[in-house]
């Protein structure tokens, strides 16, 4: 081998790493699980309130779709801004084998324990965008009120 040829195939070599074929990936699109494989993805967020309309931090937050089957459940706690942001992934496919954008009905439970026996909940059902691997979806916002005693919030008497 000719001493220029072995810098020419260096050149060459990283010519075509700069050059990669793979797509450009949307850091906001659903995210390929890779662990049973997903077709896509939903999302929602929002905040939970009390009766004053304060941030309730500590509540219980689950994110699911309307019927069973085929998704994993979204579950996290409020902070103290009473915040929340969840995604869900279709493990099924439904119509996003397609490559198609989809919706259903997908439910949000707030639930905020007051005693060790007793918690106050509220839920909300809505359309969400179901978007495939890749792609962004809409995400859904929602806000939950829940009536909880004083002394239960850290706010009381």
Do not use: K, W, Y
Not at 3 to 30: F, K, M, N, R, Y
Not at 64 to 88: I, K, Q, S, Y
């Amino acid at each position: 081998m000719q001493p220029g040829a072995l810098i020419e195939c260096a050149a060459l070599v990283l010519i075509g790493l700069a050059c990669s074929t793979e797509p450009d990936v949307d850091p906001q699109g659903c995210p390929q699980t890779r662990e049973f494989g997903n077709f896509g993805c939903a999302r929602a967020s929002g905040v939970v309130l009390d009766q004053a309309g304060d941030p309730l931090a500590g509540a219980h937050i689950l994110f699911r779709p309307h019927e069973e089957g085929g998704f994993d459940v979204g579950a996290m706690e409020t902070g103290p801004d009473g915040r929340f942001a969840l995604e869900v992934h279709d493990f099924e496919g439904n119509d996003l084998a397609s490559g198609t954008r989809d919706t259903m009905a997908f439910v949000i439970l707030a639930a905020f324990p007051v005693t060790t026996n007793f918690l106050v909940r509220d839920s909300v059902i809505f359309d969400g965008e179901l978007a495939p691997v890749g792609e962004r979806p809409q995400s859904i916002e929602a806000s939950l009120t829940l009536t909880v005693p004083a002394t239960s919030s850290g706010r009381g008497e």
